[in-house]
């Protein structure tokens, strides 16, 4: 179940990320390095929902990596490392069960048509990760973006740091996370600041609650 076709897919995110996509790289590199590395294990399996260009999943050392996307652009951005998955993630994965250790996605979930796809792609997740395993879910904050939050075409499903939450309770997750103000919003356009700035902030949980607007949820298989 999805809301654009590939096509519309290669076309949205192509006018809207490739003035950036390196600084982009070095964004996602900070934070893996200074924030979500901490999840990822040199032994983990971990797949990157909704990947994009591949900032998150090639800049992470793991044992296997995977990647699913419905943008036909995507594997061209692709470590040689990372196993391509061309699929709807609301569909069962090509993939066994308990056979993950870490599902990582970053400003995804929204983009979804609604929350049936929603709870189907949470219960593939569940499915395939181990116990134990994690699910590390980044993305807007409708809480703190009431108007902002539908100025993107693609913009579909509404969630709080709350209903996700809840989502993630009822399908089987002990939430580990859950923090409504985490990162900035967006970094689709606007200034490019030094990387040394987000490290600073990362190391400042202090400044999320003026400047976050994207909840971070990290649930937990149990």
């Keep these: 179940m999805t809301a654009h076709t ?24 900070a934070l893996v390095a200074h924030w979500f590395g901490r999840y990822v294990r040199s032994a983990d399996a971990v797949l990157d929902l909704g990947c994009g260009y591949g900032e998150f999943i090639n800049a992470v050392t793991c044992r296997a990596k995977f990647a699913m996307d419905l943008n036909p652009d995507a594997p061209a951005f692709l470590a040689a490392d990372v196993t391509f998955l061309a699929q709807d993630c609301s569909e069962r994965w090509p993939l066994a069960d308990e056979s993950l250790d870490v599902v990582f996605t970053s400003n995804f979930f929204e983009h979804l048509p609604d929350k049936t796809a929603l709870g189907r792609t949470l219960d593939e997740i569940r499915r395939c990760l181990r116990r134990g395993g994690r699910l ?87």
């Design 136 to 222: 590390i879910a980044l993305g807007p904050n409708i809480k703190y973006l009431p108007g902002q939050y539908w100025d993107f075409w693609d913009h579909y499903i509404p969630l709080t740091e709350t209903s996700l939450k809840e989502a993630l309770v009822t399908r089987g997750f002990a939430v580990e996370v859950c923090l409504g103000r985490f990162l900035p919003y967006t970094m689709a356009s606007g200034p490019q600041y030094p990387i040394a700035f987000l490290r600073a902030y990362l190391a400042l949980p202090a400044a999320w609650r003026f400047f976050g607007k994207q909840f971070l949820v990290v649930g937990v298989r149990s």
């Design 6 to 29: 590939p096509a519309d897919l290669q076309r949205i995110y192509g006018a809207r990320f490739t003035s950036n996509l390196h600084y982009r790289k070095r964004v996602w590199a």
